[in-house]
């Protein structure tokens, strides 16, 4: 895809479905920015730094932000549990793949 079909689609996405499905852009990141704050902030404190398994946990967050607004979005579901799963092996060291 080359970019102009590419910015163009991000465009009819952003302002379309995604905006539909979870609402003011701006309210959105400011609760995934209060969430992500807080993971961080934690994972500074215990570890010194982000590690993956944070990383794991912020993903959760987002889609958890997203629910939170339509609650009926079945790949947001899947995907937090296979965050959470990904973040459990990270933290176990016990990640196949």
């Not at 215990?46 to 946990?57: D, K």
């Not at 790949?75 to 799963?85: E, F, N, Q």
């Amino acid at each position: 895809m080359n970019r102009e079909t590419l910015l163009q689609t991000a465009l009819q996405t952003i302002n379309g479905p995604r905006q539909q499905d979870y609402g003011d852009v701006k309210q959105s990141f400011n609760r995934i920015a209060c969430g992500w704050d807080m993971i961080a902030k934690a994972a500074i404190a215990s570890h010194g730094q982000i590690t993956a398994a944070h990383v794991a946990l912020m993903m959760d967050w987002l889609k958890t932000s997203r629910l939170l607004t339509t609650m009926d979005q079945p790949d947001s579901w899947v995907d937090k549990a296979g965050y959470i799963a990904l973040g459990s092996e990270l933290q176990t060291g016990d990640l196949h793949g």
